[in-house]
């Protein structure tokens, strides 16, 4: 079955210090890759996606993430951790079969602390 | 550009009442999507549709709830004899016509609480 796996309920970081919010996935051939951000009584924003290329992928406000084939896994990243950046984080993947449906992770709560 | 709207952002509905929610996508776009979110949780698909068409509809509840997406208008989530199980929010998501490597872009959602 296909799935998304954010194997963290939440990651707490002090601001300043880098951070990463974990997502791996199960999904046949060469699927689309996606983060989302959910803040407070909002919908998702789109932060970045990986679609092919190379397996660093640049985002919004900072953010990057690395597709890791072999290991299945999109990590999301942030060298400097701002308080404002905490939020619910959603990892979801598209498969690439003529489908549109998107999976979406359980979702990692992110705080950081001042 | 507008983005995605929906309405109404609050509904409050009794047991055994209808719950009707509209979802207006981008400017362009002919992708349709809902999810629902219970509280702490993540977002769960429920349909998926094109203009007049429902293409998946494979997290739907198979009594009560039903989803159009008509030719002129928005598209609609209904929930028919609602219960409290049904209290949750409600996305709709939209994305232009294409492939699956479209991002998707988010209305700010329909809480939904049945008393």
């Known amino acids: 079955a296909q799935s998304v796996a954010q194997p963290e309920d939440q990651v707490n970081v002090a601001e300043g210090n880098p951070l990463t919010v974990k997502c791996t996935y199960s999904?046949?051939?060469?699927?689309?890759l996606f983060w989302y951000v959910q803040y407070p009584n909002r919908g998702l924003q789109f932060l970045l996606k990986?679609?092919?290329?190379?397996?660093l992928v640049k985002g919004s406000y900072g953010f990057e993430a690395e597709f890791n084939k072999s290991q299945t896994s999109f990590h999301l990243k942030k060298p400097s951790a701002l308080v404002s950046d905490s939020a619910l984080y959603f990892c979801?993947?598209?498969?690439?079969?003529?489908?549109?449906?998107?999976?979406f992770g359980a979702g990692t709560r992110l705080f950081v602390k001042a | 550009n507008a983005g995605v709207m929906q309405n109404p952002r609050h509904l409050v509905r009794r047991r055994g009442q209808e719950a009707r929610l509209r979802c207006s996508p981008m400017?362009?776009?002919?992708?349709v999507y809902w999810y629902r979110q219970l509280p702490e949780e993540g977002l769960k698909f429920m349909v998926y549709?094109?203009?007049?068409?429902?293409?998946?509809e494979s997290g739907m509840p198979k009594e009560r709830f039903s989803a159009e997406f008509p030719k002129e208008g928005p598209s609609i989530l209904r929930i028919q004899q609602v219960v409290r199980g049904d209290s949750a929010a409600y996305f709709c998501?939209?994305?232009?016509?294409?492939?699956?490597?479209?991002?998707?872009?988010f209305g700010p959602g329909t809480r939904l609480t049945v008393l």
């Open positions: 998501a939209s994305s232009p016509p294409g492939t699956s490597s479209n991002e998707q872009f």
């Open positions: 979801a993947v598209s498969p690439n079969t003529g489908g549109f449906k998107t999976i």
């Open positions: 999904v046949s051939g060469n699927p689309y």
């Open positions: 400017k362009g776009h002919s992708h």
């Open positions: 990986y679609i092919t290329g190379d397996n």
């Open positions: 549709l094109q203009k007049e068409n429902i293409i998946d």
